[in-house]
């Protein structure tokens, strides 16, 4: 039985595709519908922050400006995405931020949530481009503890 499903989105179209099939079997079971959107981790190199010129206050602030930006892009990707799934039949839709590794955050929240089955897109890079960029979606399928559905 599928009670929750949990779909990743950073509205690309690979994602929305992923969103559509998603609300599709949430319909189908009649099941709760988890929307997460994850923001990168952008790690600064430790030679940049040497820099005389930039002081640590100016780094600080640069960094708490870059964080509530991409807060804010976050809850509208979840906000749009909720209002997608809504207009086409989920009925029971939750969403939340995760922040990191994309796929070591949403595998952490498919545990947490014990979660049936996760869903994401994929942009189809190949056997190639995808293992030398390290694909998400290859990462999630090959640790999740539950069934995945990669939507191409």
Same mark, same amino acid.
């Given at each position: 039985?599928?009670?929750?499903?949990?779909?990743?989105?950073?509205? *690309?179209?690979?994602?929305?595709?992923? =969103?559509?099939?998603?609300?599709? %079997?949430?319909? /189908?079971?009649?099941?709760? =519908?988890?929307?997460?959107?994850?923001?990168?981790? @952008?790690?600064?190199?430790?030679?940049?922050?040497?820099?005389?010129? /930039?002081?640590?206050?100016? %780094?600080?602030? %640069?960094?708490?400006?870059?964080?509530?930006?991409?807060?804010?892009?976050?809850?509208?990707?979840?906000?749009?995405?909720?209002?997608?799934?809504?207009?086409?039949?989920?009925?029971?839709?939750?969403?939340?931020? +995760?922040?990191?590794?994309?796929?070591?955050?949403? =595998?952490? %929240?498919?545990?947490?949530?014990?979660?049936? @089955?996760?869903?994401? +897109?994929?942009?189809?890079? +190949?056997?190639?481009? +995808?293992?030398? /960029?390290? *694909?998400? *979606?290859?990462?999630?399928?090959?640790?999740?503890?539950?069934?995945? /559905?990669?939507?191409?």
């Amino acid at each position: 039985m599928i009670n929750r499903i949990l779909v990743a989105t950073d509205a *690309s179209e690979a994602s929305n595709r992923a =969103l559509e099939m998603a609300v599709k %079997f949430a319909e /189908l079971h009649k099941a709760e =519908l988890l929307i997460v959107h994850v923001i990168r981790d @952008m790690q600064i190199p430790f030679e940049i922050k040497e820099i005389p010129e /930039l002081e640590s206050n100016k %780094f600080d602030a %640069f960094n708490d400006a870059r964080e509530e930006v991409m807060r804010k892009i976050a809850e509208s990707v979840l906000r749009l995405a909720r209002e997608k799934a809504e207009k086409a039949g989920a009925s029971n839709v939750q969403t939340a931020i +995760g922040t990191g590794d994309p796929a070591t955050s949403i =595998l952490g %929240f498919a545990k947490r949530r014990k979660v049936d @089955m996760i869903v994401v +897109g994929t942009r189809g890079l +190949g056997k190639l481009k +995808g293992t030398i /960029l390290g *694909s998400v *979606s290859r990462k999630i399928t090959n640790n999740a503890e539950t069934s995945c /559905l990669i939507v191409r």
